[in-house]
């Protein structure tokens, strides 16, 4: 119903017609239109997760970290999350942010492998929560970005997400007293 009618034009009833539900069970598991939408998002996140944590895993540098992860990330928007069809189909659609549970708990496991790689690497110069946020902002714009064009290339997205993060924690280390 997002897809179809963008989010600030969804109503409850909207969502309650395209169920078998009626409105007093909807209203036993949701409040508003926002807290589906909340669950759908924490849904995506849940799904992504143990992609992260793969990435992680599976490198040995924090820009092969970088690779895995966006990698991972914009694949999963063009292949396996809901939320990538709100988002192609919504244009012009309110920006919602998350503060759910499991947003939270993704912001700070990232943050936690992040601030480990800097850590490893003796990096004083560059801020674990900074740079955790930078991340998952570039992540988010990029992949907004990405599944509006035509000619989706999760690689072209990577890479340019990679060299972004790199490029700007570069310029951190070099103006930083």
Same mark, same amino acid.
């Given at each position: ?54 990435? %992680?895993?599976?490198?040995? !540098?924090?820009?092969? #970290?970088? =690779?895995?992860?966006?990698? $991972?990330? /914009?694949?999963? *928007? ?10 192609? %189909?919504?244009?012009?659609? !309110?920006?919602?942010? #998350?503060? =759910?549970?499991?947003?939270? $708990?993704? /912001?700070?496991? *990232? ?67």
């Amino acid at each position: 119903v997002f897809a179809e009618l963008g989010y600030e034009s969804t109503t409850v009833r909207d969502i309650i017609r395209r169920t078998e539900l009626a409105s007093g069970t909807f209203y036993n598991y949701f409040k508003s239109k926002e807290e589906v939408f909340h669950a759908l998002h924490d849904d995506g996140v849940t799904r992504f997760r143990p992609l992260l944590r793969a990435a %992680r895993e599976g490198s040995q !540098t924090f820009e092969e #970290f970088l =690779t895995l992860a966006y990698r $991972a990330w /914009f694949q999963f *928007l063009l292949t396996d999350s809901p939320l990538a069809e709100i988002q192609v %189909r919504t244009p012009g659609r !309110t920006r919602v942010r #998350f503060e =759910t549970p499991e947003s939270l $708990a993704l /912001f700070d496991e *990232l943050k936690a492998d992040i601030a480990d790689i800097l850590r490893k690497a003796e990096d004083k110069a560059i801020d674990p929560d900074f740079l955790t946020a930078a991340c998952i902002g570039i992540a988010q714009e990029v992949g907004d970005r990405l599944l509006a064009r035509p000619n989706r290339d999760p690689e072209e997205a990577t890479l340019f997400a990679v060299a972004m993060v790199k490029g700007g924690m570069a310029a951190v280390r070099r103006d930083r007293p």
